[in-house]
């Protein structure tokens, strides 16, 4: 749901002295809250309108590197500023830290005050407007799933990263007792989120050693984006608190399942879904076939923004849950994009692709954008695949490296007709550096197998 708070309940809150820290915050390319603790006083008094931020904000990566190459922004430009323009529609209490609320911002241009057309809420929020002109509102939500450690991240740095240990010490997948071995994190994260006003639903032991799943009640697309922002920072935060920590790393260990963002996706037009048709086979409507056909055509060019950086691709392991195989099917949890809820009026679509890592507001913008144009092209639904995905033949492929990602984004006239050249070309900027820090790093792999022998 929206912000839990209206600007005249902070008013009266910063008043009584309740509350006296505002964080202020963008979304970054990485998905990431960035911006500005305000003393509440001066965000009651002026703030409110608009602060600024440094257009690098959109052009580093997850070291906050200021990397070159981009045209939006440089060294040459001399790194200008943002404008971070609270949406009080997000305004909410974060009950894990003491006195302080949170607000959610669009980044606009300096000069125009318009919204950036490459920041990730800016995107979504163009997409969602291309579905309302067909009378149609994206409802959207998201599987989040990440380990939990017993080290702080403090801890883990001294290490050199190496061997953190999980607080659960085998697959608890649904298992009650084991899980309750880890419910000192996992309940103050599910109450500090819903205190947020984030509508968690549960939470649950994963399939792999050590791994938690939390899901978040459906709703609007940039609702269940900025509420999956805000967990991905609340799990990390109040897992800090606790003097412990976690990855949302797609995969942090060659020897383990990685970690997904399943998202579910439906189109609804008013109080009707528009996915279902009763009398259609497996209450699939036409429109929802027409979706489905659109995101299987266009799966590999949008891949890039399920899967960002070099360690996604190494989560697409076959008979660990992760999809190789872009089909769909039934209540099937091999293939890349299962449709649940047959029949009923929960009919939707679950893209198994993203990662945990993925930026959310990028990953449903670019769901949106292949769906929506299968509605448009009047695309035809593939018969669906059965039985174990992994072995089909004869079918498409997940791109299995960020480049080849990258190249079928960059080639992509769908996401340029959809988002616009300059920001195809900025995320294929973000892919190629990603590329290049891997190129000329050199690895522990590499050392053990080459030091001596090579």
């Given at each position: 749901?929206?912000?839990?708070?209206?600007?005249?309940?902070?008013?009266?809150?910063?008043?009584?002295?309740?509350?006296?820290?505002?964080?202020?915050?963008?979304?970054?390319?990485q998905g990431?809250?960035?911006g500005?603790r305000?003393?509440a006083a001066?965000?009651?008094?002026?703030?409110?309108?608009?602060?600024h931020?440094?257009?690098?904000?959109?052009?580093?990566?997850?070291?906050?590197?200021?990397?070159?190459?981009?045209?939006?922004?440089?060294?040459?430009?001399?790194?200008?500023?943002?404008?971070?323009?609270?949406?009080?529609?997000?305004?909410r209490?974060?009950?894990?830290?003491?006195?302080?609320?949170?607000v959610?911002?669009?980044?606009?241009?300096?000069?125009?005050?318009?919204?950036?057309?490459?920041s990730?809420?800016?995107?979504?929020?163009?997409?969602?407007?291309?579905?309302?002109?067909?009378?149609?509102?994206?409802?959207?939500?998201?599987?989040l799933?990440?380990?939990?450690?017993?080290?702080?991240?403090?801890?883990?740095?001294d290490?050199?990263?190496?061997?953190?240990?999980t607080?659960?010490g085998?697959?608890?997948?649904?298992?009650?007792?084991?899980?309750?071995?880890?419910?000192?994190?996992?309940?103050?994260?599910?109450n500090?989120?819903?205190?947020?006003?984030?509508?968690v639903?549960?939470?649950?032991?994963?399939?792999?050693?050590?791994?938690?799943?939390?899901?978040?009640?459906?709703?609007?697309?940039?609702?269940?984006?900025?509420?999956?922002?805000?967990t991905?920072?609340?799990?990390?935060?109040?897992?800090?608190?606790?003097?412990?920590?976690?990855?949302?790393?797609?995969?942090?260990?060659?020897?383990?399942?990685?970690?997904?963002?399943?998202?579910?996706?439906s189109?609804?037009?008013?109080?009707?879904?528009?996915?279902?048709d009763?009398?259609a086979?497996?209450?699939?409507?036409e429109?929802?076939?027409?979706?489905?056909?659109g995101?299987?055509?266009?799966?590999?060019?949008?891949?890039?923004?399920?899967?960002?950086?070099?360690?996604?691709?190494k989560r697409?392991?076959?008979?660990?849950?992760?999809?190789?195989?872009?089909?769909?099917?039934?209540?099937?949890?091999?293939a890349?994009?299962?449709?649940?809820?047959?029949?009923?009026?929960?009919?939707?679509?679950?893209?198994?692709?993203g990662?945990?890592?993925?930026?959310?507001?990028?990953?449903?913008a670019?769901?949106l954008?292949a769906?929506?144009?299968g509605?448009?092209?009047?695309?035809?639904?593939?018969?669906?695949?059965?039985g174990?995905?992994?072995h089909?033949e004869?079918?498409?492929?997940?791109?299995?490296?960020?480049?080849?990602?990258?190249?079928?984004?960059?080639?992509?006239?769908?996401?340029?007709?959809?988002?616009?050249?300059?920001?195809?070309?900025?995320?294929t900027?973000?892919?190629?550096?990603?590329?290049e820090e891997?190129?000329r790093?050199?690895?522990?792999?590499?050392?053990?197998?080459?030091?001596?022998?090579?």
């Open positions: 749901m929206p912000g839990n708070m209206t600007f005249e309940a902070l008013r009266e809150a910063v008043s009584s002295g309740a509350v006296d820290t505002v964080i202020v915050a963008g979304i970054d390319m990431r809250l960035m500005k305000f003393h001066h965000f009651v008094d002026s703030a409110h309108a608009e602060t931020c440094c257009n690098y904000l959109l052009a580093t990566d997850l070291m906050m590197a200021t990397v070159q190459g981009y045209k939006a922004t440089s060294w040459e430009a001399g790194y200008g500023d943002y404008v971070l323009r609270p949406d009080m529609a997000t305004l209490l974060v009950p894990w830290l003491e006195a302080t609320a949170l959610l911002c669009d980044m606009l241009d300096h000069a125009t005050h318009e919204e950036v057309p490459h990730p809420r800016a995107l979504l929020k163009a997409q969602i407007a291309r579905a309302e002109a067909l009378g149609l509102t994206p409802m959207m939500a998201t599987e799933e990440f380990f939990l450690f017993e080290q702080s991240y403090a801890e883990l740095r290490a050199g990263w190496r061997d953190p240990k607080l659960g085998h697959n608890v997948d649904y298992a009650i007792f084991g899980t309750t071995k880890e419910e000192e994190v996992m309940r103050a994260i599910r500090g989120l819903y205190g947020a006003g984030v509508t639903e549960c939470s649950k032991g994963e399939a792999e050693i050590g791994q938690e799943e939390i899901n978040v009640k459906y709703s609007d697309a940039l609702d269940t984006a900025d509420m999956h922002a805000i991905k920072n609340g799990c990390k935060e109040i897992a800090f608190l606790k003097g412990r920590s976690v990855t949302f790393m797609a995969k942090y260990r060659a020897d383990r399942a990685g970690s997904s963002s399943h998202v579910h996706q189109l609804w037009s008013g109080a009707t879904s528009a996915f279902l009763p009398a086979a497996h209450g699939m409507s429109k929802m076939r027409a979706y489905l056909a995101q299987l055509k266009y799966a590999r060019q949008i891949t890039y923004f399920l899967a960002p950086y070099v360690n996604s691709y697409f392991t076959e008979g660990l849950f992760a999809p190789t195989k872009i089909v769909w099917s039934l209540d099937n949890r091999t890349g994009f299962r449709v649940c809820g047959e029949g009923t009026k929960a009919i939707r679509i679950e893209c198994r692709i990662g945990s890592d993925l930026n959310p507001y990028l990953a449903m670019a769901l954008a769906g929506l144009a509605i448009e092209e009047g695309l035809e639904l593939e018969p669906e695949t059965t174990d995905v992994y089909a004869g079918v498409t492929g997940v791109p299995r490296t960020l480049g080849e990602a990258a190249a079928e984004m960059t080639g992509s006239a769908m996401l340029r007709a959809a988002f616009g050249d300059a920001v195809v070309e900025h995320y900027r973000a892919a190629l550096w990603e590329i891997q190129n790093t050199v690895t522990d792999w590499e050392l053990s197998r080459g030091l001596e022998l090579a």
